[in-house]
């Protein structure tokens, strides 16, 4: 008498799609291309991050994207080792996943942006700041970063599915 198996899968093969899913998708976070700037001459938010992040004659460096991912590295690898065991377990899609991971390195981001103090601004730009902002804002005169909060507000986590 022949042996009859009959299959019963109860969520693997969706597990071990979202897990192939998980290694080639990423989460990008930073200023996304769609971003302008409404207050000035210079339209595009991307160019005055990267103006800041890397410098330029002008400008001095002032990361806040490579010096957060540098010191929340451990963190965001033990986020990203949390969200692959619980696709494994099932309680989570591969786009929930990266979503938690944007969400954390944006916010980590964000914070870096609001806790910078130097370089300090040039004088010019600390007075320039200081009439727009009035006194009872010194503090965010203080902070080369943050002028209209533009640039803060800017930074975004988009998903990429492959």
């Given at each position: 008498?022949?042996?009859?198996?009959r299959?019963?899968?109860?969520?693997?093969?969706?597990?071990?799609?979202?897990?192939?899913?998980?290694?080639?998708?990423?989460?990008k976070?930073?200023?996304?291309?769609?971003?302008?700037?409404?207050?000035?001459?210079?339209?595009?938010?991307?160019?005055?991050?990267?103006?800041?992040?890397?410098?330029?004659?002008?400008?001095?460096?002032?990361?806040?994207?490579?010096?957060?991912?540098?010191?929340?590295?451990?963190?965001?690898?033990?986020l990203?080792?949390?969200?692959?065991e619980?696709?494994?377990?099932?309680?989570?899609?591969?786009?929930?996943?990266?979503?938690?991971?944007g969400?954390?390195?944006?916010?980590?981001?964000?914070?870096?942006?609001?806790?910078?103090?130097?370089?300090?601004?040039?004088?010019?730009?600390?007075?320039?700041?200081?009439?727009?902002?009035?006194?009872?804002?010194?503090?965010?005169?203080?902070?080369?970063?943050?002028?209209?909060?533009?640039?803060?507000?800017?930074?975004?986590?988009?998903?990429?599915?492959?």
């Amino acid at each position: 008498m022949p042996v009859k198996f009959r299959i019963i899968d109860k969520g693997w093969k969706r597990i071990l799609r979202q897990m192939r899913l998980m290694d080639k998708s990423f989460t990008k976070v930073g200023v996304q291309q769609d971003t302008t700037r409404k207050d000035s001459e210079v339209s595009d938010m991307v160019l005055v991050a990267m103006w800041n992040e890397f410098g330029t004659k002008n400008i001095p460096e002032r990361s806040f994207i490579r010096e957060t991912v540098d010191k929340k590295k451990k963190q965001i690898f033990g986020l990203k080792k949390k969200m692959y065991e619980d696709i494994l377990d099932g309680q989570k899609s591969t786009r929930r996943a990266l979503e938690i991971i944007g969400e954390y390195v944006q916010s980590q981001t964000q914070l870096t942006i609001k806790r910078k103090k130097s370089p300090p601004n040039a004088l010019s730009t600390q007075r320039a700041k200081g009439r727009r902002l009035g006194k009872k804002s010194g503090r965010l005169v203080d902070n080369p970063l943050i002028d209209t909060g533009q640039l803060i507000q800017s930074i975004r986590h988009v998903e990429v599915i492959k």
